[in-house]
T-cell receptor, first 117, second 115 residues
Framework: DAGVIQSPRHEVTEMGQEVTLRCKPI?????LFWYRQTMMRGLELLIY????????DSGMPEDRFSAKMPNASFSTLKIQPSEPRDSAVYFC???????????????FGEGSRLTVL | AQSVTQLDSQVPVFEEAPVELRCNYS??????LFWYVQYPNQGLQLLLK??????LVKGINGFEAEFNKSQTSFHLRKPSVHISDTAEYFC?????????????FGTGTRLQVFP
């Protein structure tokens, strides 16, 4: 089975440009999470969706960040305009609580490494 | 709210030596506990988890962890490490009874195994 697929794997852009990161979760998974990883802050949860609906976006740093999940097989994280401090690895993960009981097993993509110059 | 503390940012160790990676958590509610591993240029993958039952949990690649409620700890151990265990290890918690797999991660411990 295919795992979580993220694109692009690497993105280098200039300050002020729009950046769009993409994620395809594992088929059948109900939950989708976006995490950001930096040396200074480690792994931060930005936002997560349940059945395509955003549930908690309290981790989104500011209005420059937005995320959408138009259908069960696709999600985007957009940064507009981008800034150098947004440089990080962005991970998408999906999960499927069994019998509606969360077990904490997230399946991660390989990440999108963003560099903003 | 929950939080996770991994006291050691880096742990260097020689091959075949034992290792312990420390994790402490703070929470006002009961939690599930997890260890994830991240190999270079890859995403995270689940190493082991504690949901209930025996406090000693065994995971993949010979790792194990012990849940200690009184000390709010969940330390990860391996009796003999290999070069291939070189990676970043993350401890994480989630809230018991929640209907979501939302995880709060620690800052990670980089395990470096030397020959």
């Amino acid at each position: 089975d295919a795992g979580v697929i993220q694109s692009p794997r690497h993105e280098v852009t200039e300050m002020g440009q729009e950046v769009t990161l993409r994620c395809k979760p594992i088929s059948g998974h109900d939950y989708l999470f976006w995490y950001r990883q930096t040396m200074m802050r480690g792994l931060e949860l930005l936002i997560y969706f349940n059945n395509n609906v955003p549930i908690d976006d309290s981790g989104m740093p500011e209005d420059r960040f937005s995320a959408k999940m138009p259908n069960a097989s696709f999600s985007t994280l957009k940064i507009q305009p981008s800034e150098p401090r947004d440089s990080a690895v962005y991970f998408c993960a999906s999960s499927q609580p069994r019998d509606r009981v969360a077990t904490g097993e997230l399946f991660f993509g390989e990440g999108s490494r963003l560099t903003v110059l | 709210a929950q939080s996770v503390t991994q006291l050691d940012s880096q742990v260097p160790v020689f091959e075949e030596a034992p290792v312990e990676l420390r994790c402490n958590y703070s929470s006002s509610v009961s939690v599930y506990l997890f260890w994830y591993v991240q190999y270079p240029n890859q995403g995270l993958q689940l190493l082991l988890k504690y949901l209930s039952g025996s406090t000693l949990v065994k995971g993949i690649n010979g790792f194990e962890a012990e849940f200690n409620k009184s000390q709010t700890s969940f330390h990860l151990r391996k009796p003999s490490v290999h070069i291939s265990d070189t990676a970043e290890y993350f401890c994480a918690v989630s809230e018991v009874g929640a209907n979501t797999d939302k995880l709060i991660f620690g800052t990670g411990t980089r395990l470096q195994v030397f020959p």
